[in-house]
Each structure stands twice: as structure tokens, then as C-alpha cells.
């Protein structure tokens, strides 16, 4: 097993490789392609595509490929959720930040495959790609942590080649907002989201905490994934297969 740790994006983010052998020079490749994605998204890098372009010195035709691939993927779930997940900030300021983080981790995890390494977890944060098996014939255990406590888990997930993201009010307060009403989202403590694609997940525990009450139901009949949620008076509920994923409690 090796371990690799990094920041990215002002987050810690770590890379387990189970697979035998020196893998250092492919999660160096990882994260490099972490770091690139934040040098040209970041809202606080000044030199960011982002920012010159929220500046007006750059258009988005004059941004390059990177940012053209996220636009277009961000604009198909802005149209899709009938304008709840959002491209802007405020009218005129572009904000990626719904998308961006899945986006370049799941780029990451596609690098790390085409360079043969098979067994992994790619962490950003809490949102996670779990690639292959912690071990022969053995799921990675991957915990979704309560709202209420950081000790506490409101579910241990067993995946194998699947993606989790969670968008929450327990680090940043009330920062997810309804693109409809520019207003913050309050009915949700905690959304989380598993699919195949970080990218998918991301942006739908984004989109589903922005939406409300319907969002889980909504993002299941649409997509394939599942969906764990606290209500903000704590309530959980759950949509999509769930269950699936639920990893078998401890003797």
C-alpha cells in the first residue's frame, strides 16, 4: 500500500494505491492534474481563466479547452434541472466551483488508470473515487460522515469502481444556492450522491441540495445513482438503490 497526500483547491486530498510496486511517479501525474484544474478554475488564483475571465479580459470563446469541456458539461445540468444548479455566482461572475471539483478528480482517476494503476482511492475532500478493491475480492469502505458530528457516520458505503460526492452546511454554512431564486438552499443539512462518474455525483449533491425535498427522487429517475440525504431538522432519506452500497455491519 502507498499513501500520497497533497492540497489542492485549499483542500486536503489524499491517494491510497493498493496495487504492488512504485506508483509514485503516477500520483504525481494525479495531482498534477489537480493542480491544473484549480490554477485555471480557482475564484481566488487572480490569474485564473476563471478570474480574468469573470474580469472581462478574457471571453468565453478565448478561454481554452479545459474550461470549454467544464462550460458545456455545467450548462447541460443547469438546462436539465430547469436552472437550479447554476454556471454564475451573480449575474455576470462565472462560478464553476458545483462541477470543478468531481470534474478534475475524476480526470485524475482516469489518468491513474491509464497508467495501469488499478486499486485506488482518490479522496478531494470527502468526495471520492473508489477504483477496483482495497484488497482481493474486498470492497473499499467508504464512510459518509454526519452533519451533526465528524465522528459520527450516517453510513459506510462498499464500492468498487463508483464514485460518492456530498455537498454540506457543516463546513461552509449555507453556501449552495437554488440558481432559480439566487437565494441559499436551506431545507438539506447533508446530500450525498453515488454514481459511476465523480463528475455525475458532484454536481448532482449540488444540484439535488439546491433543489429541495424532490431533489433525491428527482436525480434517481433521471440518472443512474443513488442519493442519502439529512433534512435540515434531521431527517434522512434516501433514493435510487442505496441499499446496494450499504456495506454489511460488523459482527
Keep these: 500500500m502507498m499513501r500520497f497526500l497533497d492540497t489542492v483547491m485549499g483542500i486536503p486530498m489524499s491517494l491510497d494505491i493498493r496495487d504492488a510496486g512504485d506508483h509514485h511517479a503516477a500520483a ?40 470549454l469541456e467544464v462550460h458545456e458539461l455545467a450548462a447541460r445540468f443547469a438546462a436539465v434541472s430547469g436552472g437550479v444548479f447554476s454556471l454564475q455566482a451573480a449575474p455576470g461572475r ?13 480526470r485524475a482517476a482516469q489518468r491513474l488508470r491509464v497508467l495501469g494503476v488499478a486499486n485506488f482511492v482518490l479522496n478531494a ?58 437565494r441559499p438552499a436551506r431545507a438539506f443539512a447533508s446530500v450525498s450522491v453515488v454514481a459511476a462518474d465523480l463528475t455525475v455525483a458532484d454536481v448532482l449533491a449540488t444540484t439535488v441540495f439546491a433543489m429541495g425535498p424532490d431533489g433525491p427522487r428527482w436525480a434517481a429517475e433521471r440518472y443512474d445513482c443513488s442519493v442519502l440525504a439529512q433534512l435540515a431538522d434531521g431527517t434522512v432519506t434516501d433514493a435510487g438503490e442505496l441499499r446496494r452500497w450499504l456495506a454489511p455491519a460488523p459482527r
Design 28 to 67: 504525481k501525474e494525479a495531482f498534477a492534474l489537480l493542480h491544473e484544474a484549480d490554477a485555471i478554475f480557482s475564484p481566488y488564483l487572480p490569474g485564473s481563466q476563471l478570474s480574468r475571465l469573470n474580469r472581462g479580459e478574457l471571453t468565453l470563446e478565448t478561454t481554452g479547452p479545459a474550461f
Design 94 to 106: 462565472w462560478d464553476l466551483n458545483g462541477i470543478v471539483k468531481g470534474w478534475a478528480t475524476q
Design 125 to 182: 475532500g470527502g468526495d471520492v473515487v473508489a477504483a477496483g478493491g482495497s484488497g482481493p475480492g474486498t470492497a473499499w469502505n467508504v464512510g459518509i460522515r454526519s452533519p451533526e458530528s465528524p465522528q459520527r457516520m450516517m453510513a459506510v458505503l462498499a464500492l468498487r469502481d463508483m464514485a460518492v460526492a456530498t455537498s454540506a452546511t457543516y463546513e461552509r454554512g449555507l453556501h449552495i444556492v437554488d440558481g432559480r431564486t439566487g
